[in-house]
């Protein structure tokens, strides 16, 4: 069974620093690696997803990266800005099974970036 | 403009009531999916469909149902029998349920509460 973990659950930084948040997971097998962003109060958008076969998938200030061997995902966040505030939730899927297309989520990591 | 509603966004439940969540795509996304938010245990997965007239129970199904008549359309109702039904619920979709690039995208989400 897929466990995801993340450290730290929580994190502040001033504005204009470069961060790091991770991702662990079990299970190696795993399909896809998506990173999510979640406002308070609102649904889940999509940040990054990086498929098995990957290393890295970039857009903008962020870069995820994936390494199916050490069972770790990291989502490094540059010139970190106060609208970056929100929660950053990792979430594996598993190829195989009965559970096609599921999602398994660590409990996220709360950034807040102060002016 | 192509995503994913979910209404109402704010529900109040009686004790013994049941009530039920919708939930349209207009991606068209062969896959559903209803996941549950509870405060530090992260996203759960309660039912998931990846075609019209077929759905599988996730991890924590008892107490909903759900139904998919219609390729953009996948209701969840909350029945009487779950005993704690007060949580943030989020839908889903992705453009099928396995393999290839099948990235999962949510909606803004409904907020219930029993009374």
């Known amino acids: 069974k897929q466990e995801v973990t993340q450290i730290p659950a929580a994190l502040s930084v001033p504005e204009g620093e470069n961060l790091v948040l991770n991702c662990s997971f079990t299970d190696s097998a795993i399909y896809n690696l998506q990173w999510f962003r979640q406002d308070p109060g609102k649904g889940l958008t999509s940040l990054l997803l990086i498929q098995s076969s990957q290393r890295e998938q970039t857009s903008g200030r962020l870069n995820a990266s994936l390494d199916k061997s050490s069972g770790r995902s990291t989502l490094y966040i540059a010139a970190s800005q106060p609208g970056d505030s929100a929660t950053y939730l990792c979430a594996g899927q598993n190829a195989g099974g009965t559970s096609y297309g599921k999602l398994t989520f660590g409990q996220g990591t709360i950034l807040t970036v102060h002016p | 403009d192509g995503g994913i509603t979910q209404s109402p966004k704010y529900l109040f439940r009686k004790e013994g009531q049941n009530v039920t969540l919708s939930c349209e795509q207009n991606l068209n996304h062969d896959a559903m999916y209803w996941y549950r938010q509870d405060p530090g245990q992260g996203l759960r997965l309660i039912y998931y469909s990846q075609i019209v007239n077929d759905f599988q129970k996730g991890d924590i199904a008892e107490g909903y149902s759900v139904s998919r008549e219609k390729k953009e359309s996948f209701p969840l109702t909350v029945t009487s029998a779950q005993k704690n039904p007060t949580a943030f619920y989020l839908c889903?979709?992705?453009?099928?349920?396995?393999?290839?690039?099948?990235?999962?995208?949510f909606g803004p989400g409904t907020r219930l509460t029993v009374l």
């Open positions: 889903a979709s992705s453009p099928n349920g396995a393999g290839g690039r099948n990235e999962q995208f």
